[in-house]
């Protein structure tokens, strides 16, 4: 895929999709159907054109991310950059335009980043939004505003619905539209609370870690589990410290394929028990002796066993451990 952060480097002409779309989740999805190359048809061209290269199916998004530059502090993200270009690709995506979310951007009217970035740099044919999608200086621009100004260069804009969680008790007492619709901070909220079941049913796939294994303290072989420390990218969302049922993968090859592991139980969190200071991922193997020391490993997240704890010895952690494993084995088969 394709990645500039210069919208007037763009291969154009381009079909786009346009939001934030961390986390690339069945909402996000929804959004980029109309211009993916995947797909059976978009608005007025069909999945031949795009393939074709005639149009250039396209994902337009902000760096950093909007609420990091106006906050001022570091937004860790459900997607990382090159789990999100991962995520685009299986969607049918050609290219991925990250423009710089800066002052300058910030400034435009709703009409001038039409004009400027949409019909001047990008030369859109098209353009997908989500219904609540805001643009332009103070967000003052609304997605009907964005079909309202495209008309004026006959670019056709199509307006998502907000995609539903079905599977929620709309029905339920206190139950809220925000409750109900699929957001990445819906997502972020339920991931915190270790619910990583749920955020896979708003994801449309497990939620992943994506990281090379690095040389630890090696505690868990003097008890013998043997565990691989994954570092991360500084900018991954973390989901609630605690045990989770994982399956793992090697990412390998210039493409990354990812070719499964095994199956195995994770720790995320600081090591109560033997005083650790800063947060660690290690994940335990099930029926894995081999070296995996610089590889890189994707890690799914299926089901959240317990929270973090300390125990008042190592034999203890031993114990919960196995139970652990055991606990994961039994949901796994």
């Known amino acids: 895929m394709r990645v500039t952060n210069q919208a007037e480097l763009a291969l154009t002409p381009t079909a786009v999709a346009l939001g934030k779309f961390d986390g690339v989740h069945r909402g996000h999805q929804q959004v980029i159907k109309p211009i993916s190359s995947s797909t059976e048809m978009g608005l007025n061209l069909s999945s031949r054109e795009l393939e074709q290269g005639n149009i250039h199916s396209t994902v337009v998004t902000f760096d950093p991310h909007p609420q990091e530059f106006f906050s001022g502090k570091p937004r860790t993200l459900l997607t990382p950059l090159n789990e999100k270009v ?6 049918g995506v050609e290219q991925l335009v990250l423009l710089p979310f800066d002052r300058e951007l910030c ?59 079905t599977q929620h008790d709309s ?22 609370e270790g619910n990583v079941e749920r955020a896979q049913q708003l994801l449309g796939r497990p939620y992943t870690l994506h990281g090379v294994v690095v040389k630890g303290q090696q505690l868990g072989r003097t008890i013998g589990f043997p565990t691989a420390n994954l570092e991360l990218p500084k900018d991954k969302f973390l989901p609630s410290n605690g045990v989770y049922a994982v399956r793992i993968f090697e990412a390998s090859g210039a493409s990354e394929l990812l070719e499964f592991l095994a199956l195995g139980v994770m720790n995320i969190g600081n090591r109560p028990t033997v005083n650790g200071e800063n947060v660690t991922i290690e994940v335990h193997l099930f029926d ?19 929270p973090e704890t300390k125990f008042a010895s190592l034999e203890a952690l031993k114990n919960q451990i196995q139970l ?4 994961a084995k039994a949901f796994f088969s």
Do not use: H
């Not at 991962?86 to 969607?91: A, G, H, M, R, V």
């Not at 652990?324 to 606990?327: A, G, T, Y």
């Open 86 to 91: 991962k995520q685009l690709q299986l969607l």
């Open 171 to 192: 029905t339920a007492q206190n139950t809220t539209p925000e409750m109900t619709r699929i957001s990445t901070s819906l997502i972020r909220s339920i991931l915190e």
């Open 324 to 327: 652990d494993c055991s606990l």
């Open 107 to 165: 400034e435009l009217s709703p009409v001038e980043f039409v004009e400027k970035i949409l019909v001047q740099q990008l030369q859109a044919t098209q353009i997908s939004v989500g219904q609540d999608f805001r643009f332009g200086s103070k967000r003052s621009g609304t997605a009907y505003d964005l079909q309202i100004i495209a008309a004026r260069y006959n670019i056709p804009v199509t307006i998502v619905s907000l995609e539903i969680d």
């Open 288 to 306: 894995w002796a081999a070296d995996l020391y610089g590889k890189k490993l994707v890690v799914e997240l299926e089901k959240f066993l317990r």
